[in-house]
């Protein structure tokens, strides 16, 4: 993973396209908590932090809606950026994250982002019982 990111949602025409200038933060993670496999409509999201000024709205910024889950497993308030128009999730900012000017970019809406093996399982807890770990990852 080097350089210039792009990425985007699922609208054919007409979404959000963004780019992003810096590296990932921390390594690349799939959380298994209750909000993100139901956003998912899986098992998880697969997720890597970015500074948020490095993310840059190229078009569709109009199309960005938030939505504050308050129900947390840690108790904090947790926002959740997605499209409008296709519903994708493009990132989530949970309060520890936001203090820190990070974003939580799902790595599938990037370009090639769906290769992107994570090297940490968060709440493995609750993980579907007939899956198994992510081979070599930290499990927390």
């Keep these: 993973m080097s350089g210039k990111y792009t990425g985007k949602c ?11 200038s ?3 933060i921390d390594p ?6 209750g909000h993100c496999s139901k956003g998912a409509g899986g098992l998880g999201q697969v997720m890597v932090a970015f500074p948020e000024e490095s993310i840059d709205i190229e078009s569709g910024k109009e199309l960005i809606t938030t939505f ?4 947390t497993d840690s108790g904090k308030p947790k926002d959740k950026m997605f499209c409008k ?11 520890h994250w936001k203090q820190l000017k990070q974003l939580l970019v799902r790595t599938p809406v990037l370009d090639g982002g769906i290769d992107w093996k994570p090297t940490v399982e968060l709440s493995t ?5 007939w899956t198994s770990s992510v081979a070599g990852a930290a499990q927390q």
């Design 10 to 20: 699922l609208c054919e025409e007409g979404g959000i396209r963004f780019t992003i």
């Design 22 to 24: 810096a590296e990932p």
């Design 28 to 33: 690349v993670c799939t959380c298994y908590c």
């Design 68 to 71: 504050t889950f308050k129900n």
């Design 85 to 95: 128009s296709c519903g994708v999730t493009l990132w989530t900012a949970p309060e």
């Design 125 to 129: 807890s609750k993980r579907a019982k």
